[in-house]
Structures are given as structure tokens and as C-alpha cells.
């Protein structure tokens, strides 16, 4: 290429095309730019690497971060939400708020500053409003509050008595959170008004998320994704966000929320890409380095071979007035340059005739070479591809069986004889239908040739037929095979016994949908179910029942027969559930003994009721169990799909708590759900929340019943019952609370409250000179379970300084009946420390005598069910001759509870009974009334 | 709505439905309207119960004798409060506008009634008063005056308790007061009177609220600050918490108590039970039917148990709002011949013209002036205090 301007304008070298030249031209750059990329490649190879981990690291640990600051925010959301509702409905069931509807003057001076008091969780800025029962607000702490008149959801919570909660999107755009309860009249008992809280959610939010850092964004969605609250930065694209879920409970809030954090993915990363650029730059200044040191090293080391070089193009130029070159030193350089001047000599001597020869050499033998390669390398090829195809076919797992043209059998593998049980002596020469069972159709068998001819292949499941007769599930594929010329020559069918792998997959299927108890539904899939069938309910618009159902005292039974008969009356209860309805209603367990029941398509509620009478009916006749005859029954709840929830959820839920209504009234009936199980169960939940402040503010006391000797009329002891003097609703009796309180666990502090109280009352009296002998204190069930129980009361008898022999505690059988062997123990401690133990309403659970002999027990108190129908109720007369006897025969004392006429004490001192307590002798008394009645009896 | 309530919104159909179903000429006639709202569905309240009797008994006296107008026959229209004055304002709209409605009688809230005086006189309105007692129901500065009352009223109340007390030898004097309207208007006669009645040392004043659960605290915080007498006004329930409260307190802690006749309003005895027994209580009246010696009386008193199927006159409830409806039923009677029409302004100006009045409770000259449109006067107004079976006993002149 000549450089020079010529007729052609030649194109100018390009960079890439210098470079290269220059790249060629020298070791030395050669070297240099060896060292130049070598740099490169290392410095971008480290740091890339490190880049990208500790970018992952820094996204990672920053989402990690950022959920766990969405959870917290949520939870702060949650607890700020859920107060606020429970703070409504205190304050909506405040007769101040009643009373208020009496007299606007009234109102104004009273109620105004009462509900201006109030103050939200966490600083959350809430109106209260008080409307009347048109809708119109009169009173409040908005300056200028909403009318609600005529708003149908207001006069839903007025007339219908339902609370209402919804999050509604103001003009402005912001989101208010909307809450009402319907606020009762104290004088009528009527509903007036409502109480409404509104609160916008941007506030709650963002003061929920207070705590976050400014830069970081923060969104609150909908369950449809829709946002109703957006703070913080959250233009950029480039986000990194995490998403937490806000659930209240339902009975509070029908809302399911989300809390999304958002950080600026730049931002989070700017301190690793500020790293990043500095390493970048550390390494372009350090390039020029590299190229400079590696340059020097480079010429250095080609001194001598750039001469020779420059020599041998010379030579190949046909210039050789320089050679013989100069010969210096003695190193390799040196001697290089020496043999460079013999051989230069030599080589333009033999270099024609050499190039001939080898080259026509070289020619001749490349030809014979590859030929023979070819041949042996093709023979090879054949003769493998043929072994292992054979090879492949015989030991494949798979049945296969190839046909010729005319669909002929031509071969099968071993594993064809395995599945199918044919030899193939057998099958060679038939066709493949020969495998047909009566289920395929020859149909089926002309659409698969046909789609094999057409389209090469065809793949699919059929039960095919064995030698032996069975059926089997075949996954089968049939293809043709095609010769060079694409013609068909034949067909191979590979198949596989899938039988045992479909049986599989539908037991795990079954497994999962179902209780393997009982065999039916789980929870899982009634819930499914439940869902289909609203559908269709919608769709048709009819209705449908969901039943709650579980068995009373189940416990007992399982606790005294042991988990096996449980189990076995279980499987008896469902089969008679299923029974007691159509074939078309799902009857589910939901574990335990919680059973439930789906009744689709019904046409009324009466319906539900029917079917829960008949499901009564059927459980009441006997179940053999174990060689017992056992007797159950149950409590059925029922929600009704459209009236009691809008899905399967709502509606379980509610059936659930109607069940809990059918319990409390006794068992063995059936309840339907309504809106005050609702308000019940808020009305528990407030009442939770009223007892742990009950705690704190020591609003518990205790009273005292006497007990007397029968015979000689003396005071016993007396028994410390507990009260609750509620600020608003006045003394509240156990029997309203100690459920709640045992649910809660507070029965823990308040059992010990009362243990304590009950001691240091009597070391008073004592002081006072007016103590009866002995102080009875019921324990509960949790207490009775507290591993350091002992402890607890030994340390309380310390403390008080009263001696164990003047307490006694009493149980009832079924706290000790739960656990009779660390019962025994538990008891047999407290005896040694000289506390006595009475077993309270005895005969009405399930005792075996065998254990309660074996109790170290002192006291056996008759229950006053039984007490109320002596001497009249044969049946209790009976029963309480037979405690009496039983009491005597184990060497106990018997106390009956509940004396209130001088028949019943008469029939008890008769039967032999030591000692008594009931109204008839003297109610429970306040503490001083006792010391009165101590100094009245030493009197008399 | 309660049945109660549905009950309360009938119609009663007068002329047939009490007395027996007797059929008068008149009944052909297009009848005369009065109206009746007031706290019936008010769970301890027997006062709309006697104010409905007391009309009952007029309105079939006055339709026998041919009804008014020349033979059209009285009727009765009950409408519900539930003492809820929103629910008072909208029945009175209701009321107002109905063809021939010329009156309409109120219960014993006086707050029902305060916050619908603008209403009242708008829609021209007669509101004949048996019972609230709020001064400031009549005194209330409209002109013409649409309401009348035959009633006792507080600034009449609050002197004769005063006096009752200071013979009973007691000048220290503490009073327990409802913070409502009501309560602002004895708090204002009472205020009036102290002025004046320079004997008595007031020790203090407790405000308390419907249904508040401390008003026995308050009661006994006036006697720690030294009360020799307690003045009370309120009503039924929460005169039944005081006296309950009472009863728990030693014998020698408790001092008297004078009441304002809101408690009368119900059955104090059903309320407070055996507790009632234990308070040195006393309390305002204007009427009983025992030992009452007018000539109507007798057929009154008759007339009221049958109607409410009682044994005896002790068991009359609420007895002066029997005999104020009465009166005031017989006193529009005659204002509304005396008018010879319907039209309620008319029949305004005809009740300050009705004169001699020979009434239950007393004869009336003229029962209302346009000056005056109070029917009773302080000298009406008489001690009573509980019997054993819960009737209100007048207490002789100069006793204690």
C-alpha cells in the first residue's frame, strides 16, 4: 500500500490499523501494552467484583432494614388504629354522652370539655362529634362539624345499632378514617345519636412513621393498592421498597392496609459509588505509570533485537550490505546475531528447492491422511451411535415399541415385557392395540395416528390394558421416524406406567384439602368451598349458612378416656354430620373437636335452623367408644351469607362467636349470629382492658361468707370472695369477669390479690379478736397450674404471717382432674405445708373416685345445684346422699354450698353433712360485718 | 322502635277507646285536636302516663256534653319524645301541622320545651303546660305568648322548700342541682330568694348530671361542709340513687331531705325500694286526690282508676299532672267556644278571656291574663312526703 497520493484516493489508516502496526513493530510495545491491559483487566476485574458484592450487600442489608422499620411503622399504625376504635366505643358508652341528648345547656357545659379531653394515641389529631338522631351534630370538638343528615350509613348506626367504620376520600384528597357507634339514651335505653371519630390517616401515618428518616419515603395503600397517604420523597424511579401489612382485627376495622418504605436506590448507594470513583481514579492515574516503567523495561530489553530485526528486513528487502551485522558481547543477543549471519547465508542457498519439495510432500500426504481419518472416524461414529442407541432403547425405563409402516410391531424393549407383562414373541407382528383397554375409543386411536402422520408426533395420557388384565395410566408420546429423504418408514411409541405416580399426586392433593382424622375437609378447603358457593349465591342470589359446631365438654371426655377414644368419637361425630345434611353441603373439621358445616344454597334461615335441630338430634343418641357408651353434645353458631358477612372469613368468624353465645347458654342448642355478638365481643374486649386498669387501680375487693358447723350452728370459717367495683357499672360479680380475667391470664395476679388480701384480713380480725377459724380462697384453674405455686403461697404466709393450718384452698375437679398426676404432687406439697385443700362443686364433672382417693384432700364442697333441689328433687336428693357417702367412706368433711331454706338444712344435717354456707345462715359480707358477726356469735 | 314507642305514636281514638266505647252525637262531627308529646317511652317516667289520663278524663267529660264548636268532638294525639328535646322539636313540627290541632301539651322536661320555644311561636303554636316547672318556659319575653301554664313553676318551689326546711329548724342549707336548663332555673330563683331570706347560709351547691353515679358523694360532701337540710332537684332515678346512697349511711349522718317534685314523676318507691323507708324525704306537690274535698274531686279520682284499673286513689300516679291536664283540657274547652273557631291565635287570645273556671284543683276567676299566663299560684304549692305504699300525703299545716 503505497501512502503516497496516487490516481486512487486510498482510504487513510484508521487508529485500530496504527495501533496494530505499532503493536507489530516492536517487543517493546508489545510489552507495554501487555502491561497496560493486564492492569486494566485486573483493576476492572477487582473492582467490579468488589462493586457489585458489596452493592448487593448494602441492597440487601437496606431492605432488611427498611422492612423492619415498615413493621414497626405498621405496628405503631396498628396500635394507634385499634386504640382509637376502643377508645370510641368507651367513649360512646359513656352515659355522659347519653345523658347529653337531655339538655343542650347541659351539653354544652359538660360534654364539650369532656370529650376535648380526650387525647389519641401517639398525637393523632381525632374529632369527636355527638350527632343527633337525624344525622345533625350537636356537640363536638370540630370547629365546624360535618352534617351527617340523611347519610345512610349514619342512620344505620342509629336505627340498626351497628358500629361503622370506613375510610373515605375528602374533597381536599385526604383520607379520613370515619368511625361511628350508635350512643344509647340512659333513660329510654333507646339509641339517640351517634358518636363519630374521624381521623385523617395522613396524620396517623405520618406520625406513625415519625420515627423514619426524612429521606426515606412512605406510602399507605388500600387493599386494592389504591394509596391513601404518600409522604417523603418518592419522585425518583429508582426506588428500593418494602411492603408490610397492616391487618386489624375485624371486629375493630374491616380494613386490611399496607405500609410500602421507600428508599432512593442512588441515594442509599451513593457512599459505595463515591468508593467506586475513587478507586477509578487511583487507577487512571497509576495507567500512565504502568505504560511509562513498562515502555523503559520494554527497549531495554530489545536493544540488541531491534538491530537484528532491523537487519532481517533489510535482508527481505534483498538488501544485504549490512550483513554480516556487528557482533558485541557474549549474551544471547550476541549470539543470535552470529547465527543470524551463517544462516542468512545458508538460507538463500537451499530455500528455492526446499520450498518445492516440502511443499509437494506435504500436499500428498494431507490427501491420504484425512481420507483414512474419515473412514475410520465414520466407522467408529456408526457403530457407537448404533450400540448405544440399541443400548439406549433396551435399558430405557420407558416401555417402547416401535411398528413398522402398517403399524406392525417390529420391536419392544425390556421394559416394555416389565409394564406390560407381554413378552414380545408375544407382540412382535400385532399392533399396538393390542394394549387398548375398553376405555379408549378407536376414535382416540385413528385422531392419534392421524396427528402422528401429520404432525410427526403425539403425546398424551390413556389407560391402557396388561397382559394380565389390569388397567393401567399410560403417559405415552409416538413419534414417526423419517428416513434422509423425510420419508416415514416407521413409528415409535415410548410410554411409562404413570398409575402409581397419578395415585400419588392425588392422595397428596387429598392430603392437603383434608384432616386425616376424619377424612373430611380441613379448614383450608371449607374456606375454599365457602368461597365457591358465595359466588353462586351471588350469582343466583340466593343464600347460604355457614355452622360452627363444637362439642361440648369434649375435653373431659378426651382427658378421662384417653386421645384415642377421643379420636374414634370424633370419626363417629363426623360420620353423623354427614348424615344430617345434603350431599351437596360440606361438612369440615377444623381440628380439636371443631367441626363446621357449609349449607349451600338455602332458601331461608330457617333452613339452618332445621338442619342444626336435626344435627342436635342425631349427636344425642349414644356414641360406643372404646367399649363406652358416651353422651355428647354440641353448640352450634350460624352466619347466614348475605345478612352476617360478605365472605367466607367474616362468616366463619361469626358463626364462631354465635357458637360461643350457644355455649354460654348451657350447650346443646343452637345460636344464630347478630350484630350484638358483635358488640359482645367488643364489649369483652373493652372489659379485658377494664380489668388490667382494674388491676393498677385496685378496684377489686372481697367479701366473706360463713360457713357454719351443721350441729352446733359455730362459725367454720368463712369463704373470701372477690368483687369488682366498676366506676361505671357499680360492683361487678365474679361470674361477669373471672372468665375474661382467666382468658387473659390476669387471673394470675388477680388469684394471687386475693390470696394475699384474704391472709392480711385475717391476721386483722385477728388483731381485732374477732377471726373466724379458718379462710377459704378459690384458686383458678392457671393458677393452680403456676409451677411455683408453692412457693408463692408459703412466701404469702410469710409475709402476712398467718399459719398454713387457718387456709384453705379450693379447687374445682376439673382443674385437678387435667393433670391428676402433677396434681397429686402439687397437692400432696401443700398438705405437707399444712394448707388444707377442698375440691369445690364435686359432682359435676367427671371425677374418678380411683384419683380422688388418692388426693390428699380434707374437704369435699356439694355443689349448690344440687343443694337447690333437695328435699324435693328426688334425683338430687340421691346425688347428694351419694357425695355425703362417698365423702364419709373416704374420710372426708362435706360442706354444702347454697343453703337458702330451712328444709334444705335440715335434709343436709340429716344426710350427714358437717357443714354449710348459703344465704339461709348469712350472705357474703363486707370484712368489718364479718368482725361484727364474730363478736356476736363469742357473745351469744 | 320499641312497642312502647309504636304505641305512642297511635292515635287514640277518645271518645271510644277508655271509657267504655259509649258513642256520642258529636262523634260525626270532624273533631277538634289536642295534642299531647312527652317522654313516653322514658323507662321510669309515669308522668305522660298521668297527664294522658288527666286529658283523657276532661276530653270525655266534654265530648258527652256535645264537644265544642257546637258538637265536634275532642280527640287526642300522642307523639313520643323519649325526653330527647331534638325528638320534641321535630313531633311539634309534626303536630303544628295538622288540620285542626289547636294545642299541644307538653310532659314534665322542661329542656323538651326550652329548646323548642322559637318553634313553638313560629308555628303559632299553643303549648299548654301541666308540668315543667322551668320559669323561663312562660317568662320568655315572646309577644303573644303562645304558652300557659297549670303548673307549679321554680321560683314558687324554691321558697316553699326553703321555708319547709327553716321550720323544720334547719338554716344551713345545701342544694343538689341537674345540670341542664331545669337546674339553671332553680339555680336562678334560688339565687333570687337567698337574697332576700337573709336566715339562711347556703353551704354549697353540687352540680350533677343525668344518671350520675356520685350523687350520693355529693349529698354527703354537703353535710361534711356542714348542711342541716339538703335541697334536691331532680328526678325520678336519680332521687332513687340519692335515697339509696342514703340508706347505706349510719343514721347519724344523714340529714333531711327536701325535694322539688321531679321525682313525684315516677314511682320512687319501685325505684328505691325498701330505701325509700329510711329518708326523712318531703317533697313539692300542687294536687292530691287524698282528702281533697271539691266536688270534682271524688268523680275524678274515679274516673282516673278506672281508667287505669287501679284499687284505690293512693294508687294514682303522679296525681298533679292528672289534675293539672284536667284543668287545662277544660280550660281550653271553653276558650275555644269562646274563640268559635279552630284557628290558634284566635284561641291564644280566647284563653286569656276564659273566666270562673270552677276546676279540679281549685276555682279559677280567670285562670289567664295577657299578663299572666300562670293558672296556679305559690299559694297553691303544699309540703307532701312518701307513705309506706309509696302515695304522696299532704302534710298538715305547722307539723314536721
Request: with cysteine; aromatic share 8%; net charge neutral.
Amino acid at each position: 500500500m503505497s501512502l503516497s497520493p496516487g490516481r486512487y484516493a486510498w482510504p487513510a489508516i484508521g487508529p485500530v490499523q496504527r495501533f496494530f502496526r505499532w503493536l507489530e513493530s516492536s517487543i517493546s510495545h508489545r510489552i507495554t501494552a501487555a502491561a497496560l491491559v493486564l492492569t486494566l483487566a485486573v483493576s476492572l476485574a477487582i473492582g467490579s467484583v468488589s462493586f457489585l458484592m458489596s452493592r448487593g450487600l448494602i441492597e440487601n442489608r437496606i431492605s432488611q432494614e427498611l422492612a423492619s422499620e415498615a413493621e414497626l411503622a405498621g405496628r405503631q399504625m396498628e396500635f394507634a388504629l385499634n386504640t382509637l376504635v376502643v377508645d370510641l366505643s368507651g367513649l360512646a358508652s359513656n352515659a355522659m354522652l347519653g345523658n347529653s341528648f337531655a339538655d343542650s345547656l347541659g351539653r354544652d357545659a359538660y360534654l364539650a370539655p369532656f370529650l376535648r379531653d380526650y387525647s389519641a394515641p401517639i398525637g393523632v389529631d381525632t374529632t369527636l362529634t355527638l350527632y343527633d338522631f337525624l344525622g345533625r351534630p350537636i356537640a363536638g370538638t370540630a370547629e365546624k362539624p360535618r352534617s351527617y343528615e340523611r347519610a345512610p350509613w349514619l342512620a344505620q348506626v342509629i336505627d340498626g345499632g351497628r358500629a361503622h367504620s370506613e375510610i373515605v376520600r375528602g374533597a381536599d384528597g385526604r383520607h379520613r378514617l370515619v368511625m361511628a357507634r350508635p350512643v344509647v339514651y340512659p333513660s329510654t335505653g333507646l339509641i339517640e345519636g351517634a358518636l363519630v371519630m374521624e381521623t385523617h390517616l395522613d396524620d396517623a401515618f405520618i406520625k406513625a412513621t415519625s420515627f423514619l428518616k426524612s429521606d426515606l419515603g412512605r406510602c399507605l395503600k388500600d387493599e386494592r393498592g389504591e394509596t391513601l397517604v404518600q409522604a417523603g420523597p418518592l419522585q425518583h424511579d429508582d426506588l428500593v421498597t418494602v411492603t408490610h401489612p397492616i391487618e386489624f382485627s375485624s371486629l375493630l376495622l374491616p380494613y386490611q392496609l399496607r405500609i410500602e418504605i421507600s428508599g432512593e436506590r442512588a441515594r442509599i448507594l451513593a457512599p459505595l459509588y463515591r468508593t467506586a470513583y475513587a478507586y477509578a481514579g487511583f487507577a487512571i492515574f497509576i495507567l500512565p505509570v504502568v505504560v511509562w516503567s513498562s515502555r523503559k523495561i520494554g527497549e531495554r530489553l530489545t536493544v540488541g533485537l531491534s538491530q537484528l530485526s532491523a537487519a532481517a528486513g533489510s535482508v527481505s528487502a534483498g538488501n544485504n550490505e549490512d550483513i554480516p551485522l556487528p557482533v558485541s558481547g557474549r549474551d544471547e543477543v550476541a549470539r543470535l546475531t552470529a547465527a543470524f549471519n551463517t544462516m542468512i547465508g545458508k538460507i538463500r542457498e537451499s530455500h528455492r528447492e526446499l520450498e518445492r519439495r516440502v511443499v509437494e510432500r506435504t500436499v500428498k500426504l494431507h490427501a491420504i491422511n484425512s481420507a483414512l481419518e474419515r473412514e475410520i472416524l465414520g466407522r467408529r461414529r456408526t457403530e457407537e451411535q448404533l450400540r448405544v442407541a440399541a443400548n439406549a432403547i433396551e435399558s430405557a425405563a420407558e416401555g417402547i415399541i416401535i411398528c413398522d409402516l402398517d403399524q406392525k410391531i417390529v420391536s419392544v424393549n425390556r421394559a416394555f415385557t416389565a409394564i406390560t407383562g407381554y413378552q414380545p414373541e408375544d407382540v412382535l407382528g400385532q399392533t399396538p392395540e393390542i394394549l387398548c383397554s375398553e376405555e379408549q375409543t378407536p376414535a382416540g386411536l385413528i385422531d392419534t395416528a392421524r396427528t402422528v402422520r401429520a404432525q410427526g408426533h403425539w403425546k398424551g395420557e390413556l389407560w391402557s390394558r396388561k397382559k394380565s388384565g389390569e388397567n393401567y395410566l399410560e403417559e405415552r408420546s409416538v413419534s414417526s421416524i423419517q428416513d434422509g429423504r423425510g420419508t416415514i418408514t416407521n413409528f415409535v411409541i415410548v410410554f411409562s406406567d404413570i398409575t402409581k405416580h397419578k395415585k400419588d399426586e392425588q392422595h397428596l392433593a387429598f392430603l392437603a384439602h383434608h384432616d386425616l382424622l376424619t377424612h373430611l375437609p380441613n379448614r383450608t378447603f371449607f374456606q375454599q368451598k365457602c368461597e365457591e358457593a358465595l359466588q353462586r349465591a351471588v350469582r343466583h342470589k340466593a343464600q347460604c349458612a355457614v355452622m360452627f359446631i363444637d362439642l361440648d365438654h369434649f375435653k373431659i371426655i378426651n382427658d378421662s378416656l384417653g386421645h384415642a377414644a377421643g379420636d374414634e368419637l370424633l370419626r363417629g361425630v363426623a360420620g353423623r354430620l354427614q348424615k344430617s345434611v345434603r350431599k351437596t353441603d360440606t361438612v369440615a373439621r377444623f381440628g380439636g373437636d371443631e367441626f363446621a358445616v357449609l349449607l349451600d344454597d338455602i332458601r331461608e334461615a330457617e333452613d339452618a335452623a332445621f338442619v342444626a335441630g336435626k344435627i342436635l338430634e342425631r349427636l344425642s343418641a349414644s356414641f360406643l367408644v372404646s367399649g363406652h357408651e358416651i353422651y355428647v353434645s354440641a353448640s352450634l353458631g350460624i352466619s347466614c351469607f348475605p345478612l352476617d358477612g360478605q365472605d367466607a372469613l367474616a362468616l366463619i368468624k361469626n358463626s364462631d362467636a354465635a357458637m360461643y353465645v350457644a355455649k354460654d347458654h348451657g350447650g346443646n342448642n343452637y345460636r344464630f349470629f347478630s350484630a350484638e355478638m358483635h358488640s359482645m365481643a367488643l364489649e369483652a374486649l373493652m372489659m379485658a382492658s377494664s380489668l388490667r386498669l382494674a388491676i393498677e387501680r385496685s378496684e377489686f375487693f372481697l367479701d366473706y361468707q360463713p360457713r357454719f358447723d351443721l350441729r352446733s350452728g359455730r362459725t367454720t370459717g368463712v369463704e373470701a370472695l372477690v368483687r369488682w367495683r366498676h366506676p361505671d357499672r357499680g360492683t361487678v360479680m365474679p361470674g361477669q369477669f373471672i372468665g375474661i380475667a382467666e382468658k387473659t391470664g390476669l387471673i394470675e395476679r388477680l388469684g394471687e390479690w386475693v390470696v394475699e388480701s384474704a391472709c392480711a384480713q385475717m391476721m386483722a380480725w385477728r388483731a381485732a379478736g374477732t377471726a373466724p377459724p379458718r379462710m377459704a380462697v378459690n384458686l383458678s384453674a392457671r393458677q393452680f397450674k403456676q409451677p411455683d405455686l408453692i412457693e408463692r403461697i408459703s412466701s404469702i404466709l410469710k409475709a402476712t404471717g398467718l399459719e398454713a393450718g387457718a387456709l384453705e384452698l379450693e379447687l374445682t375437679e376439673s382443674m385437678v382432674m387435667q393433670d391428676p398426676q402433677r396434681a397429686a404432687v402439687t397437692l400432696e406439697r401443700l398438705k405437707q405445708m399444712g394448707v388444707s385443700i377442698a375440691i369445690d362443686d364435686f359432682g359435676t364433672g367427671y371425677s374418678s373416685l380411683n384419683y380422688l382417693k388418692r388426693f390428699p384432700i380434707d374437704y369435699i364442697k356439694i355443689d349448690q345445684s344440687f343443694v337447690r333441689g333437695v328435699p324435693m328433687d328426688a334425683e338430687d336428693a340421691g346425688i347428694t346422699r351419694a357425695i355425703i357417702a362417698i365423702g364419709k367412706t373416704l374420710g372426708l368433711k362435706l360442706i354444702a354450698e347454697g343453703i337458702e331454706t330451712t328444709e334444705q338444712l335440715k335434709f343436709l344435717e340429716d344426710a350427714g353433712c358437717d357443714e354449710g354456707q348459703g344465704f339461709l345462715i348469712s350472705r357474703p359480707l363486707a370484712p368489718e360485718k364479718i368482725g361484727e358477726f364474730m363478736q356476736c356469735e363469742s357473745r351469744s | 322502635m320499641s312497642t312502647r314507642a309504636l304505641l305512642a305514636h297511635f292515635v287514640f281514638l277518645v271518645g271510644l277507646l277508655p271509657l267504655g266505647g259509649m258513642a256520642y252525637a258529636s262523634d260525626t262531627k270532624a273533631p277538634v285536636y289536642i295534642g299531647l308529646d312527652a317522654e313516653f317511652s322514658h323507662r321510669t317516667s309515669t308522668s305522660p302516663l298521668a297527664i294522658r289520663t288527666g286529658i283523657l278524663i276532661a276530653i270525655e267529660e266534654i265530648n258527652r256534653r256535645g264537644g265544642v264548636l257546637g258538637g265536634r268532638p275532642l280527640r287526642l294525639v300522642e307523639r313520643d319524645n323519649r325526653a330527647v328535646p331534638t325528638r320534641a322539636a321535630e313531633n311539634l313540627k309534626e303536630l303544628a301541622a295538622m288540620r285542626d290541632l289547636v294545642a299541644v301539651l307538653c310532659g314534665k322536661f322542661s329542656p323538651t320545651v326550652f329548646e323548642s320555644l322559637a318553634l313553638i311561636h313560629e308555628h303559632k303554636l299553643i303549648l299548654l303546660n301541666p308540668w315543667a316547672a322551668a320559669d323561663g318556659l312562660v317568662d320568655n319575653g315572646y309577644s303573644p305568648n303562645y304558652v300557659f301554664r297549670l303548673s307549679l313553676r321554680d321560683s314558687w318551689a324554691v321558697p316553699v322548700m326553703l321555708e319547709y326546711a327553716y321550720r323544720r329548724g334547719a338554716a344551713r342549707i345545701g342544694v343538689v342541682l341537674p345540670n341542664t336548663r331545669w337546674g339553671e332555673s332553680n339555680d336562678l330563683a334560688l339565687d333570687k330568694y337567698l337574697a332576700r331570706a337573709k336566715q339562711f347560709t347556703l353551704v354549697g351547691k353540687r352540680w350533677f348530671n343525668y344518671g350520675d353515679k356520685t350523687i350520693g358523694a355529693k349529698y354527703r360532701s354537703l353535710i361534711n361542709d356542714g348542711a342541716e337540710m339538703a335541697v334536691f332537684v331532680g328526678n325520678e332515678g336519680d332521687g332513687a340513687a340519692l335515697v339509696r346512697d342514703l340508706a347505706t349511711m349510719p343514721k347519724d349522718r344523714r340529714v333531711s331531705i327536701i325535694s322539688h317534685w321531679g321525682i313525684t314523676g315516677g314511682n320512687l318507691l319501685d325505684l328505691a325500694g325498701g330505701a325509700l323507708g329510711e329518708a326523712d324525704l318531703s317533697v313539692v306537690q300542687t294536687y292530691t286526690f287524698l282528702g281533697a274535698a271539691r266536688p270534682k274531686a271524688k268523680q275524678v279520682s274515679q274516673a282516673a282508676q278506672r281508667l287505669l284499673g287501679l284499687a284505690s286513689a293512693r294508687e294514682i300516679p303522679s296525681p298533679v299532672g292528672v289534675a293539672h291536664a284536667y284543668d287545662l283540657i277544660h280550660i281550653l274547652s271553653r276558650a275555644i267556644d269562646l274563640a268559635g273557631t279552630t284557628d290558634r291565635a284566635a284561641i291564644r287570645d280566647a284563653l286569656e278571656r276564659v273566666k270562673d273556671y270552677d276546676g279540679l284543683i281549685k276555682f279559677y276567676k280567670q285562670p289567664f291574663t295577657p299578663e299572666r299566663h300562670e293558672a296556679l299560684e305559690i299559694g297553691d304549692v303544699f309540703i307532701a312526703r312518701y307513705a309506706a305504699d309509696g302515695a304522696l300525703e299532704k302534710i298538715k299545716q305547722g307539723s314536721k
